[in-house]
Every structure is written in structure tokens, then in C-alpha cells.
């Protein structure tokens, strides 16, 4: 299931300023798979956007991904 993780990976990277410091995580349930979304502590705000509006955006991204592949994703900022 590494096409989420690889998904994430470059969205993050592409809205980042510091793209060497982003860094995804892929956590393997039985029903569900967690994307762990890291970035530098100056580029948070960036990830997150105004009102969680592009974090939202990219939890739609993972979810209609995950739908196709007939998976359930959760994405995690993690701080």
C-alpha cells in the first residue's frame, strides 16, 4: 500500500519550503491504514492551512485514494 504513503509523500513535499525534512510513515492495520505526515516545524503552518483547509484537502486526497483501493486511511500531522 506504499501508493498512499508515496501520494502524501509528494503533496507534502510540494507544498513545503524544506522538502528534504518531510517525512511520511505508513502504519498497517487490519482495517485501516494510518499516514503519519511529518514536516519542519516552520513549514506546520503551511501543511495545515488556514482553518485546517489544506489538511482537509488532503485527507480528501487519501480518502478517495484509499476508496479506490478498497482500503480506509487516516492521515496524521504530527507536531
Known amino acids: ?3 498512499l504513503r508515496d501520494l502524501i509523500e ?3 513535499k510540494s507544498l513545503v519550503d524544506m522538502p528534504e525534512k518531510v517525512e511520511v510513515r505508513e502504519i498497517e492495520g487490519e482495517q485501516t491504514i494510518v499516514i503519519e505526515l511529518v514536516v519542519d516545524e516552520s513549514d506546520r503552518g503551511k501543511v495545515i492551512g488556514k482553518q485546517g483547509r489544506t489538511a ?3 485527507r480528501t486526497i487519501l480518502n478517495a485514494a484509499s476508496t479506490k ?3 480506509r486511511s487516516v492521515l496524521e500531522i504530527i507536531e
Do not use: H, P
Request: positive net charge.
Open 69 to 71: 483501493l478498497k482500503r
Open 56 to 58: 482537509k484537502a488532503l
Open 10 to 12: 509528494y503533496v507534502g
Open 1 to 3: 500500500m506504499s501508493e
